[in-house]
T-cell receptor
């Protein structure tokens, strides 16, 4: 069955630095890869979607890459701020599939 | 509504009791999804609806779980004879169309505790 791994359970970085989160997958060929942010006690919030034929997608301070050869997506937050502290989830979906599969998430803490 | 609404936000129930969890999706969203999130675990997919139809129930953990959706809108997830392992946060999401090419809008979830 498919397996989705996010690089670490927790990541601490200094304010102003770039945070890089990793999502690796096996036994799967997703057509779409999505990233979500989840704050404590809240549901995930959609951030970005990248398609298999796209290498990179940007939105404000966020950048996502998608390497189907390495079976990996990288999620970057530039000029990080304490308000970026949250858990970030990656989710994969096949073309024509009906639902997303989610990773377990990485908890990011940006230290002032 | 403006967002996905779930109720109750918290539910404590005794083992063996039945519970109903409600989800009110964004108006006009045809697809609705239920996920479960246990402590330290990823989101576990339970079931999806296209309109009022749920053609694939294989994600439901056991036959104690059932779900329905009426009027292409509100959905109810029912857990019968609750067990302690059912304790989790139950999340509902909706999207404009069914599938994985669009972002999902999630509710804040129902935290279920079975004692």
């Amino acid at each position: 069955s498919q397996k989705i791994e996010q690089n670490s359970e927790a990541l601490n970085i200094q304010e102003g630095k770039t945070a890089t989160l990793t999502c690796n997958y096996t036994n799967y060929s997703p057509a779409y890869l999505q990233w979500y942010r989840q704050d404590p006690g809240r549901g995930p919030v959609f951030l970005l979607l990248i398609r298999e034929n796209e290498k990179e997608k940007r939105k404000e301070r966020l950048k996502v890459t998608f390497d189907t050869t390495l079976k990996q997506s990288l999620f970057h937050i530039t000029a990080s701020q304490p308000a970026d502290s949250a858990t970030y989830l990656c989710a994969l979906g096949k073309a024509g599939a009906n639902n997303l599969f989610f990773g377990t998430g990485t908890r990011l803490t940006v230290i002032p | 509504g403006a967002g996905v609404s779930q109720s109750p936000s918290n539910k404590v129930t005794e083992k063996g009791k039945d519970v109903e969890l409600r989800c009110d999706p964004i108006s006009g969203h045809t697809a609705l999804y239920w996920y479960r999130q246990s402590l330290g675990q990823g989101l576990e997919f339970l079931i999806y609806f296209q309109g009022n139809s749920a053609p694939d129930k294989s994600g439901l953990p056991s036959d104690r779980f059932s779900a329905e959706r009426t009027g292409g809108s509100v959905s109810t997830l029912t857990i019968q004879r609750t067990q302690q392992e059912d304790s989790a946060v139950y999340l509902c999401a909706s999207s404009l169309v069914l599938g994985t090419a669009y972002g999902y809008t999630f509710g804040s979830g129902t935290r279920l505790t079975v004692v």
